[in-house]
């Protein structure tokens, strides 16, 4: 069933709903819940028209700042630490807007990656083409898949789209404008009404998914084009013989994921996990999301979840100022949360600064932070476990009681793969048991990576905001 919404407010009111009933008979099922569950609660496989590719299932996504990405801001760069983000696990490479950039009205010296002087062309302070087919063919060889940021909205000032004035929507003089309710004045709104402009748009996409090869496309503002665009540009992309993954940059309407994406952003997760980190939400509030996207999203599509990405950390604040000590807690969650998680690039060795958007900054890399060990192990941890795995390819999820509001515990289940999270939301030790199923288990302690026996009942004493993991793989 495909369940559509207009603002994500709708979206979660409605996954309230459904997750307070769903949510109430799970936490009081007892002995028999996991084998009554796991087929129910799992998503059903993708519509062929989706087209998932099956290596995105157990991927992490990793976002790359080229600009700010080293020190020499450039694919070079980005390719010189391709084998450190290897052994980080890394699936995905996401390489925000690689294009050159726009000059008029330009904002700061350098401007914005997203402001797009020509689709088809390679910003010059990043490389050339050479530079980046050996970036995408290094990522390659070492396993890793990936996408553009592809900026289809609207252009710069100067790209030369511009000489086909019927390809922008003009204003009541007949002149080109910036996307309406928005600031983005180094940038002029396309008109999705002309087909010209449209085939043109996914003519140059198509270019370079055939000329270098790449994997897929995040879409910026995906939700402000129609969704038969995207739909459209999604059949002519499957002509060129490849599987993509497509992520849209949208929360609030689910109809992009009927055909045309197999992702989208997790907008509304990453404000409840700001809230639960202020003391605003809790348990009842992250089950309701789970339980409601699990309902609400077409079938074998999923949602990105994040603690940062590039737009929170330039314009928002960093992991530290939302999270604080409780980073490393809630970046377990949304590595088990249903769906795929996303790293921005700095964020595994503690990133503390907001990174400026329209000048050089390059990130200072701490390499020594036990947080690249930390990230490693979930990335890992999604990776081995089926159960963690994005859309249709994952496992169901079950709540587990923990005779706590404060303690929340869920299973994720897909056939051997079993993977139970216990996560503390408050600054008191908690000491719950969990019922883990009918009888005792092997299963890796996330805490020590360690393999045990668990007993169907498991005592688990958690810090304040301390949380553990068991799986069937690590």
Known sequence: MVIAFKKFESKTAWSKVIASALAASLLFAGLGLFATMSASSTANAASPAQNTPTWAGPATIYEVNVRQFSATGNFDGVTAQLGRLKTLGVGILWLMPIYPIGVPNRKGSLGSPYSVADYLGINPEFGNATQLHRLINSAHALGMHVILDWVANHTAWNNPWTAHKDWYLLDNSN?????????????????????????????????????????????????????????????????????????????????????????NYNWPGLTLLKNVAAGTAGKSDILSEMYGDLAAYPAGSFALNMLTNHDENSWNGTVQHFFGSKERTLAALTFAWPGMPLLYNGQETGLNRQLQFFESDPIDWNYSSSLQVFYKKLVSLKANNKALWAGSAGGSLVTVSTGSPQVLAFARLKGASKVFVAINLSSIKQTVSLHLGSKSQKLYNFATGKIETVPANKSVTLNAWGFNIFSSAR
């Open 175 to 263: 002149n080109f404008q910036p996307p309406l309710g928005t600031d983005w004045t180094d940038v002029i709104q396309l008109n999705y009404n002309n087909h010209e402009m449209r085939n043109a748009m996914i003519a140059a996409m198509k270019s370079w998914v055939t000329n270098y090869n790449v994997d897929g496309f995040r879409e910026d503002a995906a939700g402000m084009i129609p969704v038969d665009f995207w739909e459209q540009a999604k059949t002519s992309l499957s002509q060129t013989g490849r599987s993509l993954f497509m992520l849209a940059e949208d929360s609030a309407n689910l109809n992009f994921l009927n055909t045309a994406f197999s992702a």
